[in-house]
Nanobody, 125 residues
Framework: QVQLVASGGGFVQPGDSLRVSCVGS????????IAWFRQAPGKEREGIAC????????DYADSVKGRFTISRDYATNRVHLQINSLKPEDTAVYYC??????????????????WGQGTEVTVSS
C-alpha cells in the first residue's frame, strides 16, 4: 500500500528558507513519479515541482523556478522540496503526491492517486 507522509512546514519570515519533506512507503522512488503541489486559501491546488522515477529529471512551475528545488534520497525513501527566498504568496498547504509512472512526471493533480496529508507553510513578518 502506497503511503506518503509530509512534514517540515512551519511559520517563517519573508526571505527565509525552508525544506519540506515527504517519506514514502509501499513503493520505491525509482518506480514512481513524485510531485509537490500547494494550495493557498481560496485557491486551486497548484503543481509546483515533480521528479520522474526513471532518471530523476525534474520539472517546475514557472512561478517557482529558481527558488524551489525537488530532490530525493533513496536511502530513506524521502523526497524533499527546498524553498528559498520565501514570499508571503508562498503561504499554502504543501502536498506530496506519487504515481506509478517512470518515464515522465506531471504537474497536474489528477495525474496522481496517492497523496500525503499536507504540511502547512505560513510566510509572514
Amino acid at each position: 500500500q502506497v503511503q506518503l507522509v509530509a512534514s517540515g512546514g512551519g511559520f517563517v519570515q519573508p526571505g527565509d528558507s525552508l525544506r519540506v519533506s515527504c517519506v514514502g512507503s509501499g513503493f520505491t522512488l525509482d518506480g514512481y513519479a513524485i510531485a509537490w503541489f500547494r494550495q493557498a486559501p481560496g485557491k486551486e491546488r497548484e503543481g509546483i515541482a515533480c521528479m520522474r522515477g526513471r532518471d530523476g529529471k525534474t520539472d517546475y512551475a514557472d512561478s517557482v523556478k529558481g527558488r524551489f528545488t525537488i530532490s530525493r534520497d533513496y536511502a530513506t525513501n524521502r523526497v524533499h522540496l527546498q524553498i528559498n527566498s520565501l514570499k508571503p504568496e508562498d503561504t499554502a498547504v504543501y502536498y506530496c503526491a506519487a504515481e506509478g509512472f517512470t518515464a515522465y512526471c506531471s504537474l497536474v493533480a489528477t495525474s496522481y492517486h496517492h497523496w500525503g496529508q499536507g504540511t502547512e507553510v505560513t510566510v509572514s513578518s
